[in-house]
């Protein structure tokens, strides 16, 4: 049962990443480091809803 979901940058908003996850093992919010292109540096995108 994996279900796509949004990544959004914590610092700009930007939603720049879509990805999929299974939501039974992980029914939290995911959270990952990824490269913004308008800022060029890694940084924190969480899961939107």
Do not use: A, F, H, W
Request: hydrophobic residues 20%; aromatic residues 8%.
């Amino acid at each position: 049962m994996r279900v796509k979901v949004i990544l959004e940058n914590t610092e700009t908003g930007d939603r720049d990443y879509i990805t999929s996850k299974n939501k039974q093992k992980n029914p939290e919010r995911l959270e990952l480091r990824k490269y913004s292109p308008k800022l060029r540096k890694y940084v924190t995108y969480r899961e939107t809803k």
